[in-house]
């Protein structure tokens, strides 16, 4: 049976935001509110809690395309190799916001992900998720939570995701309904930026 813990975005509670970060350190998995859809999340750190979700998703973690989600882009080195200053100008325009941006991958990267050549790095601008990643001090792996229905790709209403999740993760943050678009994802490891998929994020950052 999953918890369920309603956290206001405006101010987010820091006992609430304790007990979040206190499941994830024990390897909890969590479904968290972002600036676009909800989230299926764990520590970055924990080995059990990646394979968790990698086997929840039906892949290989080390093949997983999973985001990592940043409190800001103070970090960015230690999974980042060094990119020019106009792709870095670029995350500074667009984040945090409602974007993931694949990056050439460095040789920092934990170790499930040695073998990756790019990483989603990811910033929302949703206090709750924000506040989580800082008291946590790494960033946590995410993947967006689909639904199987063909109208609405995702669940916006936290006691239905509950509903669905109960036996599966530890944990579900009641942050108020989420939104039903994913964010814009673009490609800054070749030399150009590529637009994979155009989401919630404006992409006349570029």
Known sequence: MADFLKIYEENPNPKAID????????GGLIIYPTDTVYGLGCDITNIKALEKIAR??????????????CEDLSNLSDYVKQIDTSKFKILKRALPGAYTFILPG???????????KTVGIRVPDNAIALEIVKQLGNP???????????????????????EKWDNVVDLVIDGGYGGNEASTIIDLSEASPVIVRE????ITIL
């Open 19 to 26: 007990k979040v970060v206190t499941l994830l350190k024990k």
């Open 106 to 116: 460095s040789k920092s990267l934990p170790n499930p992900f040695k073998k990756k």
């Open 140 to 162: 946590i792996i995410s993947t967006s939570i689909r639904d199987e229905d063909e109208i609405l790709e995702y669940t916006t209403d936290p006691e239905l995701i509950l």
């Open 199 to 202: 989401g919630k994020g404006d």
């Open 56 to 69: 929840l998703k039906g892949v290989k973690l080390e093949k997983s395309n999973f985001s990592f989600i």
